[in-house]
């Protein structure tokens, strides 16, 4: 769950509206996953927003093409943009592989065995996003 500031994006309403906006730039959605900018230790910007990386067949043009398309779909999270406590979010396409290379540290840095590491949809860990971007 998507969750700034009390807007609570299901995992689901967020990957119906991604593939909304796949349809709309034309382009395959091989994975992808989401944080909070707060975890993005580079990050000048300081109003929290979302990153989504995202891994597809073809590059994304007119990536601002999801943040509209989630506040058509989500009237709690437009209100929160309209009023700026919430930035616009921000697509990070990875190059091919990423997630391949996020299971592999998974596994490397876990217990579970690869039958048991899905992708998490939401990063909470600082090292994973560094890695990501």
């Excluded at 995992?11 to 991604?18: D, M, Q, V, W």
């Excluded at 217990?111 to 998490?120: E, G, L, M, T, V």
Aim: hydrophobic fraction near 35%; proline fraction near 4%; glycine fraction near 4%.
């Amino acid at each position: 769950m998507l969750n700034l500031h009390g807007e609570k994006l299901s995992e689901e309403s967020f990957y119906r509206t991604l593939q909304e906006s796949a349809k709309a730039w034309g382009a395959e959605i091989l994975d992808y996953s989401t944080c909070e900018n707060v975890l993005d230790e580079k990050a000048t910007d300081c109003t929290p927003h979302y990153l989504v990386f995202i891994e597809s067949e073809n590059p994304i043009e007119k990536p601002e093409i999801l943040d509209e398309i989630l506040q058509e779909n989500h009237p709690v999270y437009r209100s929160f943009r309209v009023k700026g406590s919430i930035g616009c979010l921000k697509v990070v396409q990875v190059k091919r592989g990423s997630f391949v290379q996020l299971k592999e540290w998974m596994l490397k840095n876990t217990d579970a065995s690869s039958n048991q590491i899905k992708i998490p949809r939401v990063l909470k860990n600082k090292e994973v996003v560094t890695m990501m971007l």
